[in-house]
């Protein structure tokens, strides 16, 4: 058999294990009028659905205020498809099987008859898999999570023993805007749902490369084994974005870069880059380690913060030769705002692997470039065969994992110039997604979608991990205390943050890496 043969063959395999692992169901989606639902929830689903991963019988229940009848939300979601199908032309026939299966219900969210009309919508569903195997959705506000969980309940749609057959809430970040309001939060949605029942879901998790972090590590001995404090110097982790705050200038008012970004984002690929292996890729192991993981990040006292994060507020300035306003003059912000758009962070591990190593963060809006990735920076070979004639050529190798855009993977090592003499230069060897596996890869959506119907939960957050994380975060926000920014926090739109986030690297002779260029 050759090569290629084999491989299709274990693509079938692995496809023809999904879908015996997908029962049949009715998804129900709160919240089915807004952006997500449209952008996101329903092209993927629809993208499922033509690539055959579906349960063979499914329903999909929009529910929302407005008053819309079945054949409107499927024109609108039709009219969505054409913006949001990742360029793919939208395949008429798959439309027409999987919109016959799509229906709306209308009603409020805090209606106790809304909930009976729905319930009675889904007792009407032709089989009893359908109308007992239940995933909600909830693209609702947080707010209204732990209404929406007790309405479904007493509605008897949302049961903690499902007696064979099963429901699960899905619910999107923020989880709480602190630690007391996360467990607040947890603790209403386990008074209707077992922990098990309750999926939350951090769509960078769906990504692919986010994934690969995984088999990366832990396939792949000769990096394992540089894989701790022995031959790691530093790690740098970087999410960045272009734009500014745009329309959500009211949301970011009330979370900022610290809980938008840093809390769940920046966590989960932290605990996924530096956590110890698990004793199996099922759930429970995976989530464990990530546990472990963030309970051993050193917490920073109040006084320790200001020596060990940066905060930053973006002003006017240009991105990409094109004007931005600053983040104060956007709609919806106040014009003394003291809410920060970029953070960039020290932290270390308080474990065998990562004793003395130190981690670095750091995400923003209004930066040069839209990128995501970690760089593992290895210890520098002794000075004394090249330092001497090579200076600063003489670079540490670094590996760096590029997880958005053009996601790869690059070693970055010194190789001789060809020519006389012993001239020496950094180059790279690079590993594209792209050029390797040139197939369409799914959408982070797409992944997680299919795995809550599978109920396959290590792609989402349990509730240790969601309060491990917070404390890691209310241990910064103590240190800032409501203090005011001062001048040197502020950052003109298009530079890489304020100067002070260069002082947390070369107070210790190291720097940050700008993303590497696309090759």
């Not at 957050?461 to 800032?480: L, M, N």
Request: aromatic content about 10%.
């Amino acid at each position: 058999m050759h090569a290629t043969e084999a491989m299709d063959e274990l693509m079938t395999c692995r496809l023809e294990q999904v879908r015996k692992a997908v029962e049949p169901c009715t998804l129900v989606i709160f919240g089915a009028s807004g952006d997500l639902t449209a952008r996101k929830l329903i092209p993927a689903l629809y993208h499922l659905a033509k690539g055959g991963q579906m349960p063979a019988e499914f329903r999909i229940v929009g529910f929302a205020r407005r008053e819309k009848s079945d054949a409107s939300w499927r024109a609108e979601l039709r009219e969505a498809l054409d913006v949001f199908s990742h360029s793919q032309p939208v395949d008429e026939a798959v439309w027409a099987g999987f919109a016959q299966r799509v229906h709306y219900c209308q009603g409020d969210l805090d209606d106790a008859a809304a909930y009976a009309k729905l319930a009675a919508m889904i007792a009407g569903l032709p089989n009893e898999a359908l109308q007992k195997n239940l995933l909600f959705y909830l693209a609702t506000s947080p707010s209204q999570f732990s209404v929406v969980a007790a309405h479904l309940h007493e509605a008897k749609l949302l049961h903690r023993d499902a007696s064979g057959n099963w429901q699960r809430l899905v619910v999107e970040k923020p989880f709480g805007h602190d630690l007391a309001s996360a467990r607040e939060l947890n603790h209403e949605l386990t008074r209707y749902a077992h922990e098990q029942q309750v999926f939350r879901i951090d769509h960078y998790l769906g990504k692919e490369t986010v994934q690969n972090i995984l088999t990366f590590r832990f396939a792949n001995s000769i990096f394992e084994r540089l894989w701790h404090r022995d031959a790691v110097d530093h790690i740098q982790i970087t999410v960045s974005e272009r734009l500014g705050v745009g329309t959500r200038g009211g949301y970011y008012e009330e979370a900022g870069a610290l809980r938008d970004m840093v809390q769940n984002h920046l966590m989960q690929v932290l605990a996924l880059v530096t956590m110890e292996p698990p004793v199996s890729l099922d759930a429970e192991p995976v989530r464990d380690e990530k546990v472990k993981l963030l309970s051993a990040v050193r917490r920073l006292q109040p006084g320790q913060v200001a020596g060990q994060v940066v905060r930053g507020q973006y002003c006017e300035g240009f991105v990409g030769g094109e004007a931005q306003r600053s983040y104060r003059q956007e709609p919806k912000v106040q014009p003394q705002s003291n809410v920060e758009t970029f953070v960039a962070l020290k932290l270390f591990i308080d474990n065998w692997r990562w004793a003395g190593v130190p981690i670095y963060l750091r995400t923003g809006k209004a930066l040069p470039v839209s990128a995501s990735e970690v760089r593992v920076q290895f210890k520098p070979t002794p000075n004394v065969l090249f330092a001497a004639q090579c200076g600063p050529l003489l670079d540490a190798n670094a590996l760096t994992l590029r997880l958005q855009p053009d996601e790869g993977i690059a070693l970055r090592f010194t190789g001789k110039v060809p020519g006389v003499g012993y001239g020496l230069r950094p180059v790279r060897m690079h590993f594209s997604y792209d050029s390797e596996f040139g197939a369409y890869t799914p959408e982070a959506y797409e992944r997680l979608l299919l795995d809550a119907i599978a109920g396959d939960a290590t792609l989402f957050i349990r509730r240790d991990e969601v309060e491990q994380a917070w404390q890691i975060t209310d241990s910064i926000r103590a240190g800032w205390d409501g203090r005011p920014l001062e001048k040197c926090e502020f950052y003109p739109a298009g530079n890489w943050g304020p100067h002070l986030a260069d002082q947390l690297l070369t107070q210790s002779g190291r720097a940050w890496r700008e993303p590497y260029p696309v090759p």
